[in-house]
């Protein structure tokens, strides 16, 4: 079950240029022969400028150059001594992106957050993963994801939240009941 916000492939060249145009990809492996060429030509051709990558199976092995896509800064975070899994997101190179640390973070919860400016608008961005067999619980990886929204809540004034990302057969009606997020 993928989930993403703001969204629309039919008007992917006209959305409203008040929020970012956004794009979540599970690529099963950016190291795959041609992965970089084929996500490089689908970014250009919708024009996203929030791009979310689920499972790019990068580790510490791979330079992050190596997976740079011009006019985008990537971000990226690897899965802790597993293979598969990992998280990358893309933002144009013309947002303004700010250190965020998350307080508390489990190194086994896949969740990867960035907190950029848009039309002096302050975005905080999730890019999620929850693997059909995980090395966490349910509680552990709600939980972090609820800590990590009521943090910024009381921390930032207006925030606008992206959450994204593969959440396979994790129930998260909680983000629309508990916090009002729409899918």
């Keep these: 079950q993928q989930q993403v916000t703001n ?11 008040s929020h970012p145009n956004i794009f979540l990809l599970n690529v099963t492996s950016l190291k795959k022969p041609h992965a970089m060429q084929q ?25 992050t150059s190596t997976f740079d896509i ?20 893309y933002i144009a190179d013309y947002f303004n992106i700010a250190e965020f640390s998350v307080p508390s973070a489990l190194p ?17 961005l999730a890019n999620c993963y929850y693997p059909p067999k995980p090395k966490h619980s349910v509680q552990q990886f709600v939980g972090q994801l609820i800590t990590t929204i009521d943090f910024i809540m009381t921390s930032f004034t207006e925030p606008y939240f992206v959450i994204a990302g593969d959440f396979n057969d994790l129930d998260t009606t909680f983000l629309q009941t508990d916090y009002g997020f729409f899918f």
């Design 39 to 63: 996500l490089t030509t689908d970014i250009n051709r919708g024009n996203y400028q929030i791009v979310f990558v689920t499972e790019s199976w990068l580790s510490s092995k791979q330079q």
């Design 70 to 89: 011009p006019g985008y800064h990537m971000q990226r975070r690897d899965r802790v001594r597993r293979v598969g899994g990992g998280l990358c997101t």
């Design 7 to 17: 969204v629309d492939q039919s008007t992917a060249n006209k959305h409203d240029s």
């Design 108 to 124: 086994t919860v896949e969740i990867f957050w960035t907190h950029c400016t848009f039309n002096n608008k302050q975005y905080f």
